[in-house]
T-cell receptor, first 111, second 114 residues
Framework: GQQLNQSPQSMFIQEGEDVSMNCTSSSIFNTWLWYKQDPGEGPVLLIALYKAGELTSNGRLTAQFGITRKDSFLNISASIPSDVGIYFCAGTGGATNKLIFGTGTLLAVQP | EPEVTQTPSHQVTQMGQEVILRCVPISNHLYFYWYRQILGQKVEFLVSFYNNEISEKSEIFDDQFSVERPDGSNFTLKIRSTKLEDSAMYFC????????????FGEGSRLTVL
């Protein structure tokens, strides 16, 4: 079935650093989304992308929908301690509308 | 701000028992979902529900699982005979549209099967 692979699996950075993570798939997706999950909570939508090549920002977050429709990246600039959490890419595509989640990237930010 | 609410927050049950997890989706949303997350793993799709019927389900969602919208506000997930491997966090979600992927998630119900 469709799978989304994220890298890196985890990142440990200093406050103020920029972060980049990405998500790849062997199949085409029609939408790409990035969610964040804080400990003990449900995922929260950060950014949604609907067109190949689309670049969208939300505050310090920037995400792009890859031209091939098989990848996406998320950048976080000037990280702060509250950026800590697990970041999931997600997408819909193919013959299904179900939202599939990636494997997740754990981000730890040291003050 | 409207939110998805789930009860119970944590349930402990014996293997073989029936469990019902409850959700109140955002009131004007039309699409409802259940996902599960085994500890430390990714969020996995179980089922989507629209217009009072299941629209999609995963291979995880076998005959032991069922969903229901018994009234205008609640959306439930029933596991008929729980197994140890059903232990997980179960997330309910809802959305206004069905194809955008813009889901609003509840805080989850942690199920522990002993």
């Amino acid at each position: 079935g469709q799978q989304l692979n994220q890298s890196p699996q985890s990142m440990f950075i200093q406050e103020g650093e920029d972060v980049s993570m990405n998500c790849t798939s062997s199949s085409i997706f029609n939408t790409w989304l990035w969610y964040k999950q804080d400990p003990g909570e449900g995922p929260v939508l950060l950014i949604a992308l609907y067109k190949a090549g689309e670049l969208t920002s939300n505050g310090r977050l920037t995400a792009q929908f890859g031209i091939t429709r098989k990848d996406s990246f998320l950048n976080i600039s000037a990280s702060i301690p509250s950026d800590v959490g697990i970041y999931f890419c997600a997408g819909t595509g193919g013959a299904t509308n179900k939202l599939i989640f990636g494997t997740g990237t754990l981000l730890a930010v040291q003050p | 701000e409207p939110e998805v609410t789930q009860t119970p927050s944590h349930q402990v049950t014996q293997m073989g028992q029936e469990v019902i997890l409850r959700c109140v989706p955002i009131s004007n949303h039309l699409y409802f979902y259940w996902y599960r997350q085994i500890l430390g793993q990714k969020v996995e799709f179980l089922v989507s529900f629209y217009n009072n019927e299941i629209s999609e389900k995963s291979e995880i969602f076998d005959d032991q699982f069922s969903v229901e919208r018994p009234d205008g506000s609640n959306f439930t997930l029933k596991i008929r005979s729980t197994k140890l491997e059903d232990s997980a966090m179960y997330f309910c979600a809802s959305s206004l549209a069905g194809q955008t992927g813009e889901l609003f998630f509840g805080e989850g119900s942690r199920l522990t099967v002993l």
